[in-house]
Nanobody, 123 residues
Framework: QVQLVESGGGLVQVGGSLTISCAAAGGTFSRLTMGWFRQAPGKEREFVSNISGSGGIRFYEDSVKGRFTIARDNAKNTVYLQMNSLKPEDTAVYYC????????????????WGQGTQVTVSS
């Protein structure tokens, strides 16, 4: 069983930057595809980004391409999401997810979930 704990959320102004982290415990972290999802009030949870176990393959949802960067440190069992040029529509609870499936991308592909961290972008 893998436990995931997110941290680093908070309040940031439009155009600002924030990096959120997700620490994993249990399991073999380097074998997991890791992903970030977000859920805004009244909306479905949506895919943001994912990264392969080695870190060599990354995907991004179109609205965050060029602004967000996903990275992982397998020695620290941690995955990061660096968010730049933040917009009000980025406001959401951000969830970290881990999955055994290579190229996991939909929520159903991920077995392990964190509790979420709130990111609020103020205008």
């Amino acid at each position: 069983q893998v436990q995931l704990v997110e941290s680093g959320g908070g309040l940031v102004q439009v155009g600002g930057s924030l990096t959120i982290s997700c620490a994993a415990a249990g399991g073999t972290f380097s074998r997991l595809t890791m992903g970030w999802f977000r859920q805004a009030p009244g909306k479905e949870r949506e895919f943001v980004s994912n990264i392969s176990g080695s870190g060599g393959i990354r995907f991004y949802e179109d609205s965050v391409k060029g602004r967000f960067t996903i990275a992982r440190d397998n020695a620290k069992n941690t995955v990061y999401l660096q968010m730049n040029s933040l917009k009000p529509e980025d406001t959401a609870v951000y969830y970290c997810a881990g999955g055994d499936r290579i190229a996991a991308m939909t929520a159903g592909d991920f077995e392990y979930w964190g509790q979420g961290t709130q990111v609020t972008v103020s205008s």
